[in-house]
């Protein structure tokens, strides 16, 4: 009778878990940002909220979890429940380059993490203070190489984006800057445009503003090519002086044992919702590229990422407190 019952209930279980599966989802689902509000994540992770929620026919919420750089709130994403109902809103910072920055990182990006899709990349934009006498990146670098520690540049924080954009070309064209990191990017902004700091190597999308109203130059962008918002300045590889090809991109992810019926759902609502011309357009505003890759894409550009930034941010022997 024990065999039965048991029989019986593995029975129910097999039944019902394809139902659950298909009546996905039931109630709100959660977008956590590992950011403050407002910032980058923040918007990337509001834009998809408001236009996923009425194809999934559920509130999608954002909750902002900020602590440690982006670590508490990613962890707090993997460690919800495997049910689809919590997501994460991953970037390059928290997936590709944590890693790389922290020895003891408590959560592997590639282990824990399924990716539901990348939605959108930005560049980032070398920016110098307008009274910086050299004209070209080419001219600074040779300057800098001559002068050793009379360059400076600035960043949003000791592991940013911008300070690992900057400190890894540094590395790879063989100069030596001095990096004066500040609490955000607004403070680095305030220094740069009064002289106080040379450079900055911030995400298009903020460095755009400053440099269409004059108060900062372009010199370079991350990406391997040019950005068609600025179409005057050259990418870093460009130049020759050092082979960088960094793009800042955003997307979605849950638990790595989110069932598979689950995460295809997600996969389907997500690619609709970027296909939405107005979506396109709120991105491309402000240099945003929508990205539109398959799961097998997707998962083999984040392992690349993974693999080649942990490699780079070593070479430059970066860490979270140091360089």
């Known amino acids: 009778m024990r065999r039965l019952a048991l029989l019986a209930s593995l029975s129910l279980m097999v039944a019902v878990a394809p139902a659950a599966a298909q009546d996905y989802p039931s109630q709100a689902i959660k977008i956590i940002v590992p950011q403050p509000a407002g910032g980058g994540f923040d918007t990337v992770a509001r834009v998809l909220a408001e236009k996923l929620a009425p194809r999934l026919g559920q509130g999608v919420v954002v909750e902002n979890r900020q602590g440690a750089g982006t670590i508490v709130g990613t962890q707090a994403a993997i460690q919800a429940p495997a049910d689809g109902y919590t997501m994460l809103l991953g970037g390059l910072s928290n997936i590709a380059l944590n890693p790389g920055l922290y020895p003891n990182l408590p959560y592997n990006p590639l282990r824990d993490l399924t990716p539901i899709g990348l939605a959108v990349s930005w560049s980032y934009t070398l920016i110098a203070r307008k009274d910086l006498p050299q004209q070209t990146l080419v001219e600074l670098f040779a300057y800098a190489r001559a002068n050793p520690g009379k360059v400076t540049y600035a960043s949003a924080g000791r592991g940013s984006g911008q300070h690992i954009a900057a400190a890894v070309t540094e590395h790879l064209a063989g100069v030596k800057m001095v990096h004066v990191p500040y609490r955000g990017a607004q403070a680095a902004y305030q ?57 800042s991109w955003f997307g979605l992810f849950v638990n790595s044992a989110t069932p598979p019926d689950v995460v295809a759902r997600l996969r389907r609502e997500l690619a609709a919702v970027l296909a939405l011309p107005e979506i396109r357009d709120t991105f491309a505003r402000t240099g945003g590229r929508v990205m539109t890759l398959d799961a097998d894409q997707t998962q083999a550009l984040i392992r690349r990422d993974v693999e080649r930034w942990t490699a780079l941010i070593k070479g430059a022997g970066l860490t979270e407190t140091g360089n």
């Open 191 to 247: 220094d740069l445009m009064g002289g106080r700091v040379d450079l900055f190597f911030d995400i298009s999308s903020t460095a755009r503003a400053q440099v269409d109203g004059g108060t900062v130059r372009a010199l370079a962008v991350s990406s391997a090519a040019r950005q068609p918002f600025h179409p005057d300045v050259p990418s870093v590889a460009e130049t020759g002086v050092a082979a960088l090809d960094m793009e």
